[in-house]
């Protein structure tokens, strides 16, 4: 499973890469540094000692007793990304991403951000491994999301607004990806999650590989046995992919990727890709879509802001495509549900993406038996939520 994807970046039918030429070029370039880096030991050591010494890895997985009882049925476990440097698992690939570029002698990387949180996660890792860090982001965005400006400031970052169209993520994505094309030469474009072209979706599910790597180790430890079920939400599903890589040989761990169901099943109400989408191909590379009538990227919306993607990792398109993966959706008010609950009942309060998981993985616990186990990646802690969720819906029962 794990020799996917081929060497031209195709899962199955999905992925690839589809860009200008000069781009193309580079990122061919980029590929194949990729590929001797990805098994050689000084880098793989210097990525494990930054882990270590700088995130706080291993993160621990915790037995859930609260929510297990709460429900009366499987033992409820989670891996626990919120405990990850800066708060999510994000840190993960923007590391190994910065430390490519560094190998690549590049002294530069730049991306794009929506609600801040991968610029954030970019600007900390460039600002520890020393090189410059160039944030898009939409004007609309910088507006609302103003604790996540002033962060990835004081981390050096350099945040340039984007003031064409929208004015939020997809203008910033091609802001991010015209200076890039101008600027390669010295910089690295380093992606939000296991999504883009060859090779970023292969890149970035290695580099969060090490999720799934620990907690099997740590479950086995904890419960005696491996997981029967793996939950975890999907955004563009860099959390996801980076948990399930682990267990997708193995025929007796069902796996779950949730997918927001936002407000309701018309386009526009959710962002659930794979269970309302389409092929198709956007910001280079080809996965499911939400599209209108006209083929036009639909409009997006979920609770969780970081889950508000109109396209999808091409192994998850794939993985859906083959059946390895179930996916489902869970809505708003199961996420707003969850997020108090686990709050409450084991003292952890989850991002609302990760609230996502928590919601499916709650109702699924109650159809196993006790004896039985479930895995949730907890991508995030909800410290950034809090104040919209209080002001909106308040403190909960
Ligand atoms: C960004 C984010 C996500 C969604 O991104 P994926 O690439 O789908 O993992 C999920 N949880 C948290 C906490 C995030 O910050």
């Known amino acids: 499973m794990n020799t996917l ?36 030991p000084v880098f793989l050591m210097e990525m494990e000692e930054i882990q270590k010494n700088y995130q706080g890895r291993p993160t621990p997985v915790t037995h859930l007793h609260g929510l297990t009882a709460l429900q009366g049925g499987a033992q409820i476990y989670c891996k626990r990304e ?18 490519l570029a560094k190998r690549l002698g590049k002294t530069k990387v730049i991306a794009e951000t929506g609600a801040g949180q991968h610029g954030v996660a970019l600007a900390t890792a460039a600002a520890y491994l020393g090189v410059e860090c160039e944030i898009h982001m939409g004007e609309v965005d910088i507006a609302k999301e103003h604790p996540n400006v002033i962060r990835m400031q004081l981390l050096g970052a350099n945040v340039v607004p984007v003031t064409f169209g929208q004015k939020t993520l997809k203008e910033a994505v091609d802001s991010a990806f015209e200076t890039y094309a101008r600027d390669y030469e010295t910089t690295l474009y380093c992606i939000g999650s296991a999504v883009g072209p060859h090779p970023f979706p292969m890149m970035v599910r290695d580099f969060q590989t090490v999720v799934g790597l620990e907690a099997r180790q740590q479950i086995q430890e904890q419960a005696f046995r491996q997981p029967d079920a793996v939950v975890a939400c999907v955004g563009g599903g860099s959390n996801a992919i980076g948990i399930f890589s682990a267990f997708l040989d193995d025929d007796n761990v069902a796996l779950y990727g949730v997918e927001p ?32 009538e006209d083929g036009e990227i639909a409009p ?40 108090y609950t686990l709050s409450k009942s084991d003292g952890i309060i989850p991002a609302l993406e990760s609230a996502h998981a928590v919601a499916y993985a709650m109702k699924l616990a109650k159809t196993m038996d006790p004896d039985k186990v479930i895995l949730i990646n907890l991508s995030g802690r909800g410290d950034k939520d809090i104040d919209y969720v209080v002001e909106t819906f308040g403190l909960g029962e």
């Not at 992925?15 to 050689?40: C, F, H, I, T, W």
């Not at 198709?280 to 996965?287: D, E, S």
């Open 5 to 40: 994807p081929d060497e031209n970046g195709y899962f199955g039918s999905y992925g690839g890469s589809y860009l200008p030429p000069v781009l193309e070029e580079e990122l061919a370039k980029v590929a194949a540094a990729y590929m001797e880096v990805r098994n050689d």
């Open 82 to 99: 919120d405990l990850n440097h800066t708060g999510a698992h994000k840190l993960n690939h923007c590391v190994g991403e910065v430390l």
């Open 261 to 292: 169901g936002g407000r309701g099943s018309a386009l526009g109400d959710h962002a659930a890709t794979i269970t309302h989408g389409s092929d198709g191909v956007i910001h280079g590379f080809n996965t499911l879509l939400l599209t209108d």
């Open 300 to 339: 997006v919306y979920c609770l969780a802001s970081g889950l508000d993607y109109p396209g999808v990792g091409p192994q998850h398109a794939y993985l859906h495509s083959i059946g390895r993966v179930n996916y489902v959706v869970a809505n708003d008010s199961e996420a707003l549900e969850a997020f």
